[in-house]
Nanobody, 127 residues
Framework: QVRLVDSGGGSVQAGGSLRLSCEAS????????IGWFRQAPGKQREGVAR????????YYADSVKGRFTISQDNGENTVYLQMDSLKPEDTAMYYC????????????????????WGRGTQVTVSS
């Protein structure tokens, strides 16, 4: 069982920045897919970014590419999501999620493929 604590959300104006954190109770050096998902009211949960620990390979959804950066600090078992140039359409509850790299040959893309989830942190971007 892995516990994830996600934090760092808030309210900003369009064009602003936020940095989300996802602290894991497990040693991320042992190999995890850690993803950030978001869900806006009335919409499905969608993947935003993903990192493979400890290798650092990353993936971004087209909607955030060039604006968001996912990174890791394996010494602290923490994954970050730096969000710049925020837009009102980025408003959502953001969740980090994790699963072991040994569970999937290819990186998981669907929320159902992730075993552990944080409680979420709200991001609100005003125009």
């Amino acid at each position: 069982q892995v516990r994830l604590v996600d934090s760092g959300g808030g309210s900003v104006q369009a064009g602003g920045s936020l940095r989300l954190s996802c602290e894991a109770s497990a040693d991320t050096n042992s190999g995890y897919y850690i993803g950030w998902f978001r869900q806006a009211p009335g919409k499905q949960r969608e993947g935003v970014a993903r990192i493979i620990t400890p290798s650092g390979d990353t993936y971004y959804a087209d909607s955030v590419k060039g604006r968001f950066t996912i990174s890791q600090d394996n010494g602290e078992n923490t994954v970050y999501l730096q969000m710049d140039s925020l837009k009102p359409e980025d408003t959502a509850m953001y969740y980090c999620a994790a699963t072991r790299v040994t569970y999937y040959i290819r990186p998981p893309t669907q929320p159902s493929q992730y075993n552990w989830w944080g409680r979420g942190t709200q991001v609100t971007v005003s125009s």
